[in-house]
C-alpha cells in the first residue's frame, strides 16, 4: 500500500507560478508510474502529467510548456511545477501513484488533493 501526501496548493494571480509536492510513503522506485490530475467544478477528472519509473514523461496538451513534473527518488517525492498560470488551471490537484505487480495486477493510490486557485 502506498500513501500520497499533497502540498503546496494556493491562491495564486494569473501570470504566476506554484509547486505541487507528492510525497510517497514508500521509494517511489518501486512505483511503476506517478502522475498528476486535476477536477475542477463541473468536469471529469483529467490527466495533467506522468512519469514512470524509467523517467518518461507525458503532458496534457493544454499544460505542455507551462507545467513540469519532476521527481526525486531520495525523498520519495514527485514535484509539479506550474508556470504562466492561467484561470483555467483552476482545480483540485491529485497525485496518483500506479502499481503493477508481476502477477498482473495493477492498483492506483491517490493523495487527498490539494486546491490550485488562479485569479484573472
Known amino acids: 500500500q502506498v500513501q500520497l501526501v499533497e502540498s503546496g496548493g494556493g491562491l495564486v494571480q494569473a501570470g504566476g507560478s506554484l509547486k505541487l509536492s507528492c510525497a510517497a510513503s514508500?521509494?517511489?522506485?518501486?512505483?511503476?508510474?506517478m502522475g498528476w490530475f486535476r477536477q475542477a467544478p463541473g468536469e471529469q477528472r483529467e490527466l495533467v502529467a506522468s512519469i514512470t519509473s524509467g523517467g518518461s514523461r507525458n503532458y496534457a496538451d493544454s499544460v505542455k510548456g507551462r507545467f513540469s513534473l519532476s521527481r526525486d527518488n531520495a525523498k520519495n517525492t514527485v514535484y509539479l511545477q506550474m508556470n504562466s498560470l492561467k484561470p483555467e488551471d483552476t482545480a483540485v490537484y491529485y497525485c496518483?501513484?500506479?502499481?503493477?505487480?508481476?502477477?498482473?495486477?495493477?492498483?492506483?493510490?491517490w493523495g487527498q488533493g490539494t486546491q490550485v486557485t488562479v485569479s484573472s
Open positions: 514508500r521509494s517511489i522506485a518501486s512505483i511503476n508510474a
Open positions: 496518483n501513484a500506479r502499481v503493477s505487480r508481476w502477477s498482473g495486477e495493477t492498483y492506483d493510490y
